[in-house]
């Protein structure tokens, strides 16, 4: 793969003391990583949490709490499709970027899901995603400007539970408990989780599509996605970041940041996950994972884009991701900008 584009002159990221990386004072809040601007007027913020790992692993950049543990949401989805790998089911380009998907529910989407559920002698009945609509709001209103309804199919999980299923059938391990944490196959991502992340899983909750969902601090998920990027060739990690990597509007969707990233920056791994969390390595190690403590998506493009250019990464991606405007009688009069 090319190497990432960098800047002469990069933005610098604020340099933290050593003792940074502990996190804050019990009690004290995170900091502000976002503000919402309205004519001129800082009329709300965006506390969370960030880190960045050095190409050596090490930490470059800690704000907030980076050693407490976290839902990742679906910046887990790797560890789970490197765990589907792990199983013996053989998945590769566009099927193995789906099971790491949050997909947009676009047709190509969809019609890939029906394809994988037949290739493996699966029915859609068999999902037990949760009924739901098109991830991307564009496609949530022509589907149900045609009359559908919600579905399990439909739901941006259903690729990655399609090979879950897979993996269970081909091992002849139970298919109506899949979800069940103590699954065989759940077992593995567990593991997956564990081995990637460096560090044991403090909680085990379920994820909004039923799947078990493992905890991991930010700096275990920034160094998660650095192992993957790194693996050996042929590993279980790198297929999957490889897939990802080389189809990545299977991963998320035509008019996604995710998708728009690994397209323009060569090596990239990036992925969002519900509740405002954010994971992405470069090719060269380097690596970074936050949260918004108050879950809003709204303020992730903005927040990656300033760390990106700290990084001095240097593309017009940045400004495509980093601009969320605000309307008012439907002009814009604001943005929400990085805080940083």
Not at 16 to 41: D, W
Request: charged share 20%.
């Amino acid at each position: 793969m090319t190497s990432t584009k960098t800047s002469s002159s990069p933005t610098p990221i604020p340099k933290q003391p050593s003792s940074a990386a502990a996190g804050p004072a019990a009690g004290e809040p995170s900091p502000v990583l976002a503000e919402v601007v309205r004519s001129g007027f800082v009329e709300g913020r965006h506390r969370g949490s960030l880190v960045v790992l050095a190409a050596d692993g090490s930490v470059e950049l800690a704000m907030g709490d980076v050693a407490a543990p976290v839902f990742p949401r679906s910046t887990n989805k790797p560890m789970q499709a490197a765990a589907i790998l792990r199983a013996g089911l053989d998945l590769s380009g566009e099927r193995l970027a789906l099971a790491a998907a949050s997909h947009s529910g676009e047709r190509f989407h969809l019609d890939l899901v029906r394809t994988m559920l037949t290739e493996h002698g699966l029915a859609p009945e068999q999902l037990q995603t949760p009924p739901d609509l098109p991830l991307d709001p564009e496609e949530a209103e022509h589907y149900l400007a045609a009359g559908r309804v919600r579905d399990p199919l439909t739901m941006n999980c259903s690729g990655k539970h399609t090979a879950m299923l897979a993996a269970c059938a081909r091992n002849g391990w139970s298919l109506e408990t899949y979800l069940a944490a103590d699954h065989p196959l759940q077992q593995l991502v567990l593991e997956d989780v564990r081995t990637a992340g460096g560090e044991e899983v403090a909680h085990i909750g379920t994820d909004g599509c039923g799947a078990p969902l493992m905890s991991l601090s930010l700096t275990g998920l920034a160094r998660a996605y650095r192992h993957f990027v790194l693996a050996a060739p042929g590993t279980p990690e790198r297929r999957v970041a490889d897939a990802m990597r080389a189809h990545p509007e299977y991963v998320a969707g035509t008019r996604r940041p995710d998708t728009w990233l690994m397209r323009a920056l060569p090596g990239t791994l990036s992925k969002m996950g519900a509740e405002a969390v954010q994971a992405l390595a470069l090719p060269d190690g380097r690596a970074l994972a936050f949260k918004i403590d108050d879950g809003a998506t709204r303020t992730l493009g903005p927040v990656l884009a300033r760390v990106l250019r700290g990084l001095g990464i240097d593309d017009p991606v940045l400004a495509r991701i980093e601009d969320v405007p605000l309307h008012g009688g439907g002009s814009r009069v604001g943005e929400i900008r990085a805080a940083f």
